[in-house]
């Protein structure tokens, strides 16, 4: 069985500009969450779509969204980019909803460098 | 609100076991998980734990749960250098919220 897919694994963009990154989750899990993980906070919960409705959404500005596909992939977009937004983001997949779950699959991540 | 508090760094001896300890605020969380991070790459879910259960054993891997004193803890038995990583403790709650991480370092 495949993992959890991110794409791209690394990217380099200009403040101001916007990033959309893709997520395909293991085949069957219909849940995916997306977290922000920066040396100083941690993992931080960006949120959850669950059959192509957000479910649950974490303390971020508008300028961070996503959303969910027919197939359970799932992209998030950031608009106007700053240079706090630079990180690993990081993308796991549930057969259920997440928090109801035996646990996420993660993927390797989006290392994202703002310049 | 929903915390989850790790220390940061721990070192044991290669062939020590490393207990690594986490608490959490939310008492209604259904699942306790550990996860183990390796440099460049993602989590890898270690193993979970329901709140119902005080104890489970896996291998090398014994989590233990005091939900009197909402704590957690891993104990790796017989540690290797392979296990040097970080890891995290999560707990479910309205979403998964995790601890910051453990550093564990293996000493020879």
């Known amino acids: 069985k495949a993992g959890v897919t991110q794409t791209p694994r690394y990217l380099i963009k200009t403040r101001g500009q916007q990033v959309t990154l893709s997520c395909s989750p293991i085949s069957g899990h219909r849940s995916v969450s997306w977290y922000q993980q920066t040396p100083g906070q941690g993992l931080q919960f960006l949120f959850e779509y669950f059959s192509e409705t957000q479910r649950n959404k974490g303390n971020f500005p508008g300028r961070f969204s996503g959303r969910q596909f027919s197939n359970s992939r799932s992209e998030m977009n950031v608009s106007t980019l700053e240079l706090g937004d630079s990180a690993l983001y990081l993308c796991?997949?549930?057969?259920?909803?997440?928090?109801?779950?035996?646990?996420?699959?993660f993927g390797s991540g989006t290392r994202l460098t703002v310049v | 609100g929903e915390d989850v508090e790790q220390s940061l760094f721990l070192s044991v001896r290669e062939g020590d076991s490393s207990v690594i300890n986490c608490t959490y605020t939310d008492s209604s969380s259904t699942y306790l998980y550990w996860y183990k991070q390796e440099p460049g790459a993602g989590l890898q879910l270690l193993t979970y734990?329901?709140?119902?259960?005080d104890m489970k054993q896996d291998q090398r891997l014994t989590v233990l749960l005091n939900k009197k004193d909402k704590h957690l803890s891993l104990r790796i038995a017989d540690t290797q250098t392979g296990d040097s990583a970080i890891y995290f403790c999560a707990v479910s709650a309205s979403k998964i919220i995790f601890g910051s991480g453990t550093r564990l370092s293996i000493r020879p």
């Open positions: 796991a997949s549930s057969e259920g909803q997440g928090a109801r779950s035996y646990g996420y699959t």
């Open positions: 734990i329901f709140s119902n259960m």
